[in-house]
C-alpha cells in the first residue's frame, strides 16, 4: 500500500531524498510518518508530517538535518536527509495513521516495505 524507494549508499554528509507512494490511497488523508530500523535495533520514529502539510515533528537526533515534505500533486512524501551519519544506517520505513501527528508506532496503521540507506564513514 506504501511504497518506500530512494535509499542507497552514501558517504557520511552526503544526502539523499527517499520517497513514500501511495497506490489506490490519497497521502494526504493521512499523517504520514518515516521510521528507520538499523541493524539488531527496533524501528524507531524519525519525522512526521500532518494530513494538510502544515505541521512536521522530528525525532531528536534528526532536526536540522532531515526534511519532510508531502506533493500533493504527486501523492508522495518526501523525507530529504542531509549531512548523513553512518548511525543513520537503517531500512527507512513510511507509515500512514488515522490520527493527528505522533511518533507512536502503534498509531500507524498503513505499513509498506521499506527503502535500505547504508552511509559509509
Known amino acids: 500500500q506504501l511504497q518506500a524507494s530512494g535509499g542507497g549508499l552514501v558517504q557520511a554528509g552526503g544526502s539523499l531524498r527517499l520517497s513514500c507512494a501511495a497506490s489506490g490511497r490519497t497521502l494526504s488523508n493521512y499523517t504520514v510518518g518515516w521510521f528507520q530500523q538499523a541493524p539488531g535495533k527496533e524501528r524507531e520514529f524519525v519525522a512526521a508530517?500532518?494530513?494538510?502539510?502544515?505541521?512536521?515533528y522530528y525525532a531528536d537526533s534528526v532536526k536540522e538535518r532531515f526534511t519532510i515534505s508531502i506533493d500533493n500533486a504527486k501523492n508522495t512524501v518526501y523525507l530529504q536527509a542531509n549531512s548523513l551519519k553512518p548511525e543513520d544506517t537503517a531500512i527507512y520505513y513510511c507509515a500512514g495513521s488515522r490520527r493527528g501527528l505522533s511518533w507512536q508506532e502503534y498509531e500507524y496503521i498503513l505499513w509498506g516495505q521499506g527503502t535500505l540507506v547504508t552511509v559509509s564513514s
Open positions: 508530517i500532518s494530513r494538510d502539510g502544515r505541521r512536521t
